[in-house]
């Protein structure tokens, strides 16, 4: 089995109103165990994405230019990063504010369209995964495949943990460069890129620091130490209660998918408990057919013998009248 393959299928499953998943993969897992076990295998083993992934792969479905910006606004900031170029980072994190905006009202759109409403809170998990693609070139290339399992969260400066986020993480599209250049970069912050470039660079960990409207002075005072620290507990408090959220948001689709086997299991008992009974009532008819059978051949030979034996007497009474 290639990976591709199990992709394509995957690519035609998160693409379905989430309410139909579970059914669509039953389907191609049976059509598939014609050809391949091992494809139906792994088609089976394929997740059902919390709410707010789908809501996401609805964009990357219906509206991939939406993520297409995204991803190129990211580029824009990485590199205005590597730039030190805090007048474009400043300009740069007021665009994705309000295309993040704009993004989770056409995810909410698009998810409504499709048979599910999105609450606030899984749009603020929805505004948090496209936050995270234009921040780590890595989550741009999971979201951007339509095959997202669970909603994202970036740090703002480590790389996205993608572990268990996307199905078939073997295949998914290619990173986005970076643009040539950034606007209004001065000579100076240009030759500082040119220097600092290969240290800036990481492919296998691409990183993206939070956008500041001031540089961070050299010694924070302890205030600004606080706040920071604030701050990041704020998140980690933030990304608990997402966690939690996505984790019972599985739980209801598990619970929802045990209810719809034992639906299965109770139809398929009463078919087997309908076939059973059919099948008794043939075993009896059969019996009582033989025995009408055998008492029909039983008859025909009494008949049979009478006949005879109506023909000797018919023959005896012939001769004697000779």
Same mark, same amino acid.
């Given at each position: 089995? &290639?990976?591709?393959?199990?992709? &394509?299928?995957?690519?035609?499953?998160?693409?379905?109103?989430?309410?139909?998943?579970?059914?669509?993969?039953?389907?191609?897992?049976?059509?598939?165990?014609?050809?391949?076990?091992?494809?139906?295998?792994?088609?089976?083993?394929?997740?059902?994405?919390?709410?707010?992934?789908?809501?996401?792969?609805?964009?990357?479905?219906?509206?991939?230019?939406?993520?297409?910006?995204?991803? &190129?606004?990211?580029?824009?900031?990485?590199?205005?990063?590597?730039?030190?170029?805090?007048?474009?980072?400043?300009?740069?994190?007021?665009?994705?504010?309000?295309?993040?905006?704009?993004?989770? *009202?056409?995810?909410?759109?698009? $998810?409504?369209?499709?048979?599910?409403? #999105?609450?606030?809170?899984?749009?603020?998990?929805?505004? *948090?995964?496209?936050?995270?693609?234009?921040?780590?070139?890595?989550? $741009?290339?999971?979201?951007?495949?339509?095959?997202?399992?669970?909603?994202?969260?970036?740090?703002?400066?480590?790389?996205?943990?993608?572990?268990?986020?996307?199905?078939?993480?073997?295949?998914?599209?290619?990173?986005?460069?970076? @643009?040539?250049?950034?606007?209004?970069?001065?000579?100076?912050?240009?030759?500082?890129?040119?220097?600092?470039?290969?240290?800036?660079?990481? @492919?296998?960990?691409?990183?993206?620091?939070?956008?500041?409207?001031?540089?961070?002075?050299?010694?924070?005072?302890?205030?600004?130490?606080?706040?920071?620290?604030?701050?990041?507990?704020?998140?980690?408090?933030?990304?608990?209660?997402?966690?939690?959220?996505?984790?019972?948001?599985?739980?209801?689709? #598990?619970?929802?998918? #045990?209810?719809?086997?034992?639906?299965?299991?109770?139809?398929?008992?009463?078919?087997?408990?309908?076939? *059973?009974?059919?099948?008794?009532?043939?075993?009896?008819?059969?019996?009582?057919?033989?025995?009408?059978?055998?008492?029909?051949?039983?008859?025909?030979?009494?008949?049979?013998?009478?006949?005879?034996?109506?023909? *000797?007497?018919?023959?005896?009474?012939?001769?004697?009248?000779?």
């Amino acid at each position: 089995m &290639e990976d591709e393959v199990l992709a &394509e299928v995957a690519n035609q499953l998160y693409a379905k109103p989430l309410d139909d998943f579970v059914g669509a993969r039953t389907t191609a897992a049976k059509e598939a165990a014609a050809s391949d076990k091992e494809l139906a295998a792994a088609v089976r083993a394929l997740p059902k994405p919390s709410v707010a992934a789908w809501a996401v792969n609805m964009l990357a479905v219906h509206q991939p230019d939406v993520l297409a910006q995204l991803t &190129e606004l990211g580029g824009r900031m990485r590199a205005a990063q590597a730039s030190l170029d805090a007048a474009s980072l400043r300009d740069l994190g007021r665009e994705r504010r309000t295309s993040l905006s704009a993004a989770v *009202e056409t995810a909410r759109s698009v $998810a409504q369209e499709n048979g599910r409403a #999105i609450s606030d809170a899984m749009a603020g998990d929805v505004e *948090e995964t496209l936050r995270a693609l234009t921040a780590d070139e890595g989550a $741009a290339a999971a979201v951007r495949s339509g095959r997202l399992l669970k909603t994202l969260l970036a740090d703002g400066v480590n790389a996205v943990d993608l572990d268990g986020t996307v199905a078939v993480p073997s295949v998914l599209p290619p990173a986005a460069a970076a @643009p040539a250049s950034v606007p209004a970069a001065s000579a100076g912050s240009q030759a500082r890129t040119t220097a600092a470039a290969p240290q800036q660079r990481k @492919p296998a960990k691409p990183r993206l620091e939070a956008v500041r409207q001031t540089p961070r002075p050299a010694s924070p005072p302890a205030l600004e130490r606080a706040r920071a620290a604030l701050t990041e507990a704020q998140a980690a408090e933030a990304g608990t209660a997402r966690a939690a959220r996505e984790l019972q948001d599985q739980a209801n689709d #598990i619970r929802t998918e #045990i209810a719809e086997l034992l639906q299965e299991t109770a139809d398929l008992r009463a078919r087997l408990r309908t076939a *059973e009974e059919q099948l008794e009532r043939s075993k009896k008819r059969l019996a009582a057919t033989v025995a009408e059978a055998k008492q029909a051949v039983r008859a025909a030979d009494k008949a049979g013998r009478t006949a005879v034996l109506a023909q *000797e007497r018919v023959l005896r009474l012939g001769n004697t009248r000779d």
